[in-house]
């Protein structure tokens, strides 16, 4: 039982190009999170997915994009890298919603952009 | 105002000694609440979810004033290996989940 498995763990990307950060997780979860982390500040929800074939935007969906074609695997592609988008990024995921259903990050991305 | 507030820290403190976090939340509607800890370079991980009751686990004791719109989280006889940095989580309800920037504990021998 691996949890949530992220790859790649660092990127350096120049401006323009584009990239897609994979996730996977094996514990049948039905939600999926990705969440952007920078220096002092709390992660910022990106996207979010339901279930299969269900996304939806979170608090900065600007310059990412989603997917869910399986239950456990959620990729999340960025078009046209921008500076603003270095950042350490995390997936998750969760059983549900509430105090039952704490959230199973992976180890995180760390992503440049220059 | 932020959402969610937390005193970054960093907290100083030597082994065996009690210290507390205090994190403010600003939506009065928030309906869920989680303490998680994240070492450097890391990933988010769960500490305790906490309860309208309290509750504690082990030498970690987490409290909901609801009134004041805060919780806290005690933690007793500290170890080096809780030096981390404890985020403040707070569920809106709709996959509004607002994370705190954290504060920073570090224990020392």
């Known amino acids: 039982n691996a949890g949530v498995t992220q790859t790649p763990k660092f990127r350096i990307l120049k401006i323009g190009q584009s990239m897609t950060l994979q996730c996977a997780q094996d514990m049948n979860h039905n939600y999926m999170y990705w969440y952007r982390q920078d220096p002092g500040m709390g992660l910022k929800l990106i996207y979010y997915s339901v279930g299969a074939g269900i996304t939806d935007k979170g608090e900065v969906p600007n310059g990412y994009n989603v997917s869910r074609s399986t239950t456990e695997d959620f990729p999340l592609r960025l078009e046209l890298a921008a500076p603003s988008q270095t950042s350490v990024y995390f997936c998750?995921?969760?059983?549900?919603?509430?105090?039952?259903?704490?959230?199973?990050f992976g180890n995180g991305t760390r992503l440049t952009v220059t | 105002r932020k959402e969610v507030e937390q005193d970054p820290g960093p907290f100083n403190v030597p082994e065996g000694a009690t210290v507390a976090f205090n994190c403010t939340y600003s939506?009065?509607?928030?309906?869920?609440f989680f303490w998680y800890r994240q070492d450097c370079r890391k990933e988010p991980k769960l500490l305790m979810s906490?309860?309208?009751s309290g509750n504690e686990d082990g030498r970690f004791t987490a409290q909901l004033n609801r009134a004041s719109q805060y919780i806290s989280l005690l933690i007793r006889d500290s170890k080096l290996s809780d030096s981390a940095t404890y985020l403040c989580?707070?569920?809106?309800?709709?996959?509004?989940?607002?994370f705190g920037a954290g504060t920073r504990l570090f224990v020392k021998a």
């Open positions: 939506n009065s509607a928030s309906q869920s």
């Open positions: 906490v309860y309208s």
């Open positions: 998750a995921s969760s059983y549900g919603q509430g105090l039952n259903s704490p959230l199973h």
């Open positions: 989580v707070v569920d809106t309800g709709g996959f509004k989940t607002i």
